[in-house]
């Protein structure tokens, strides 16, 4: 199946999606590692179009990952025709992982390319590729540097490849969640030191489950001890809280666990947790 292009690119963007089409041809046989995301969707999608069955997406399921957005996965990889598998992945089991440190990251991606790798192994030494892209490099990701020790490729890295060009591309070729927010790991919710359990993870996950489907699609519920931050835009702020009925808000969130729930005035900002890392 190959992807038309539905609407036009620039001249620079239309080199990017030739060379990405090329470099994955050139592969012949790839295992994508798969969240669902608009950059690995992107990836899964050009191996699919480039290498039909010798393409295959594998998305690693564990708390850190909401049930919305595994389903979302599940659809989208559906809808580019790429085979699709899953596997249970350990970290929460992990004190690299569960006692939260700065790399914590580190210890996730290498539990899940321990899976990987064996998956890989079992589809004729299948070479694993991510949706890395080049913006990825000049921000705080540990788990980048694990991605690189178990031999996976990033070609939207290599490529110099962004986040405006790969939601234009995906656009072009008719791609419906082109515009889909990020939505980094769960654990990404919770300050560093914290200790990160499966039930937090639970917690964050429906929180922000009950504000999508009231139709926000972009947003943080940080855990902060047994407190609920939630960080929207700022142009949403207003609309959410003239929306929202309060009263029902802080009972769903009471009944999670937290007990109390705020508003961040300060608005959705990605990577807000490791702002101080960034600057030290």
Known sequence: MFFSQLESLTDSELKQLQLLREYIKNIKNVCVAYSGGVDSSLIATIAQEQLGSK??????VSPSLAPY???QARLQAAWIGIRHEECQTNEINQPNYFQNP?????ACKQELHKHLNQISKRSHNAQV????NFDDLHDFRPGINASAEAGVISPLAELEIDKKSIRSISKSLGLPWWDKPAQPCLASRIPFGEE???KRLEQIASAEEWIVNKGFSQVRVRSQ?????IELPMN???KFLKIIERKKLIQYFLSLGFNCVSIDLEGLISGKLTRDIKTN
């Open 69 to 71: 957005l595994l389903n």
């Open 236 to 238: 949403e702020i207003d």
């Open 129 to 132: 590729l991510d949706g890395v």
């Open 225 to 229: 001890g047994l407190s609920a931050r």
């Open 196 to 198: 990160i359990s499966a």
């Open 102 to 106: 700065e790399n914590r990251c580190f």
């Open 55 to 60: 393409a295959f997406a594998v998305t690693g």
